[in-house]
C-alpha cells in the first residue's frame, strides 16, 4: 500500500499542477528546465527530437513534459553523493492520500463495500456520459465514420511510419 500511495501522489500533485492558466510542461521557460529542453512544434523540431542518434547519451534531447515530472515533481538529485531533501509538495500529496484511505477504511468493512461500489460503477457512469457528450457534437458523425472506414493508401505512405 505504501509503494501505491506514493504512485498515486504523483497524479494528485500533477492534478493541483494543472489547475494553472498555463500548464507548467507547456514549455521550455521554467526555472527546472535544462538547456537540453526542447519543445516539439513542427516537423523540423520533431525531427531534430527523433533522429538524436550522433548525440551521445548524456546530451539527449528532452521534452518539457519529461524534465517537469523529473525535476520538478521527482526532483531528483544528482546521484548518490547528493542524496537531496523531503519533497514537500509529493509529501503533502502522499499525506492527503493516506487521509483517503484513512477516511475509506475507518468504519470497518461496510464503508469498505461502499467505497467499492463507488470505484466500481462511477468510471462506466463517466464514460457513458462523455460517450453521449461526444456523439452530439458537430461533425460526430464524420469523425465516427473516419475511425470506422481505414484509408489503405496511406499505409504505403512513408509518412506514416516514419
Known amino acids: 500500500t505504501s509503494y501505491y500511495n506514493v504512485i498515486i501522489s504523483y497524479p494528485i500533485l500533477f492534478l493541483w499542477k494543472s489547475l ?15 538547456p537540453r529542453c526542447v519543445e516539439l512544434g513542427g516537423p523540423e523540431q520533431l525531427h531534430m527530437m527523433m533522429n538524436n ?22 526532483q531528483i538529485s ?8 523531503i519533497v514537500w509538495p509529493l509529501f ?10 484513512y477516511c475509506c477504511i475507518i468504519n470497518g468493512v461496510e464503508s469498505v ?4 461500489y463507488f470505484t466500481a460503477t462511477f468510471p462506466f457512469v463517466i464514460l457513458a456520459v462523455l ?23 496511406l499505409l504505403t505512405d512513408l509518412r506514416v511510419w516514419a
Open 92 to 101: 503533502v500529496c502522499n499525506l492527503l492520500a493516506w487521509i483517503v484511505i
Open 53 to 74: 542518434s550522433l548525440l551521445s547519451v548524456s546530451e539527449r534531447l528532452r521534452t518539457p513534459a519529461d524534465e517537469f515530472f523529473h525535476n520538478e515533481i521527482l
Open 113 to 116: 463495500g461502499k467505497v467499492v
Open 20 to 34: 494553472q492558466a498555463q500548464l507548467p510542461w507547456e514549455n521550455c521557460q521554467n526555472p527546472w528546465n535544462t
Open 78 to 85: 544528482d546521484g548518490i553523493g547528493s542524496p537531496g531533501g
Open 131 to 153: 460517450f453521449v457528450r461526444g456523439i452530439t457534437l458537430p461533425g460526430a458523425a464524420e469523425g465516427i465514420r473516419f475511425y470506422i472506414m481505414p484509408q489503405w493508401s
